[in-house]
């Protein structure tokens, strides 16, 4: 199973743009790299996912170099509403499985 | 579309009880699956099931848990004895495809369990 290493926590201010940063080394061909978002007291919310290169949705953008041992998730614009503990996983397509980490612990201050 | 449902939302028992969680996936998902999230952790996955039958379940503790999903709809997962180290948040998640490629996982709300 592919580990994902990203940081703990980040803090950031409303309106700014945030990166977080993940590295996978061990990645494997079949993955994808997947990134969720949780509130408290809720479960994961899929945010955003791709294989390489730049995925763009309504929420994120995700960038993944040609290696792809590692992504950045880009939250543009954050707002208050985005303090969360952000996941990055690897999508075992051929397990169809999920492995959580620990997360990274996003504040947003006014 | 209704979501991922769970019951119940919140469970306070004693070591050595049972328990029995509830999930009721979104319609015409065929995975299910069963996670584990302990307060400040990821969510470990439990066990995942692809209609009624067991995919992977490599990491349930199957002393003491157990899981079913007849019919390929609902799901229980049931624990007994509870010990302390159950603890937990109990997540349930369904994803609509059978086939390859990276499909999303929806989850419900969570059962906290609290074992006292």
């Known amino acids: 199973l592919a580990k994902t290493t990203q940081p703990i926590s980040m803090d950031s201010y409303e309106g700014q743009e945030v990166n977080i940063t993940c590295s996978h080394n061990n990645i494997a061909t079949n993955d994808y790299i997947t990134w969720y978002q949780q509130f408290p007291s809720q479960g994961p919310r899929f945010i955003i996912q791709?294989?390489?290169t730049k995925v763009t949705n309504e929420v994120a953008s995700l960038f993944i170099p040609a290696d792809r041992k590692s992504s950045t998730l880009s939250l543009p614009r954050v707002s208050l509403s985005d303090t969360a503990v952000y996941y990055c996983l690897a999508w075992d397509t051929g397990r169809r499985a999920l492995t959580f980490g620990s997360g990274t612990r996003l504040q947003v201050q006014p | 579309e209704a979501g991922v449902a769970q019951s119940p939302r919140y469970k306070i028992i004693e070591k050595r009880q049972s328990v029995a969680f509830w999930c009721n996936p979104i319609?015409?998902?065929?995975?299910l699956y069963w996670y584990q999230q302990i307060l400040g952790q990821g969510p470990k996955l439990l066990i995942q099931f692809q209609n009624n039958g067991v995919v992977d379940d490599s990491q349930l503790p199957k002393d003491r848990f157990s899981a079913e999903r007849l019919k390929g709809v609902d799901s229980t997962l049931k624990i007994q004895p509870a010990k302390l180290e159950d603890s937990a948040v109990y997540l349930c998640a369904s994803s609509a495809s059978t086939s390859g490629g990276g499909d999303t996982q929806y989850f419900g709300p969570g059962t906290r369990l609290t074992v006292l």
């Open positions: 319609s015409g998902h065929a995975t």
């Open positions: 791709g294989y390489k």
